[in-house]
């Protein structure tokens, strides 16, 4: 058994994570839709999930089957899920990340990663300021500039900026710090 329970929050956001997974992998998008729908379920339980594991009520709970209650027995019994544990040897859990990016869905995701190994969104920065997103199939300078503008809002408004953009902006304030000094010569006093 895990040392302290997991919130609902927390069971639900390994079951999104499971399905963006999935989904990056191209699977069957019914087993990815019942990843889904479970974690919205259970995000709203009114009772703990994990009190109703331990009185063994889980098939009575709407959107959770056989298979994912299983996996909810194999975290609370473990701490782990094991499917979970491959699917991230295939794919790092920070992919799901890009997929909040306008424009990026699962397939293109998966061929950042595949083709250009992207797992963040600093590296899909640095990628789309190269100009290497357009050169993949289904990208465009268009989408290249579109996602680079998305990421950088997002950025933004986590309170991050990329380094080449906080770069630029100390050069432009030490600037004036640059300029030759003037001495005391060069105004006649000695």
């Not at 799901?96 to 990016?101: H, I, R, T």
């Not at 300078?141 to 997002?154: D, G, S, T, Y």
Request: with cysteine.
């Amino acid at each position: 058994m895990a040392e302290r329970p997991l919130s609902n929050r927390d069971v639900a956001r390994l079951f999104r994570e499971i399905a963006d997974l999935l989904d990056i992998k191209g699977e069957n998008r019914y087993r990815i839709l019942a990843y889904r729908r479970a974690a919205e379920a259970i995000e709203y339980l009114k009772q703990e999930l994990y009190h109703i594991w331990q009185e063994g009520r889980l098939g009575e709970m709407p959107h959770i089957g056989d298979a994912i209650a299983g996996k909810i027995d194999e975290l609370f019994r473990t701490g782990r899920i094991d499917d979970l544990e491959r699917l991230e040897a295939e794919y790092p859990r920070q992919l799901a990340e890009l997929m909040s990016v306008p424009e990026l869905g699962p397939r293109r995701v998966r061929t950042l990663y595949e083709q250009l190994g992207i797992t963040t969104l600093e590296a899909l920065a640095e990628a789309a300021r190269a100009g290497k997103l357009r050169r993949l199939t289904g990208f465009g300078p268009k989408m290249e500039a579109n996602i680079l503008r998305a990421i950088e809002e997002r950025l933004c408004e986590r309170g991050r900026v990329l380094l080449s953009q906080a770069w630029e902006e100390a050069q432009a304030l030490l600037r004036p710090c640059a300029r030759p000094r003037t001495t005391s010569s060069s105004y006649g006093l000695r």
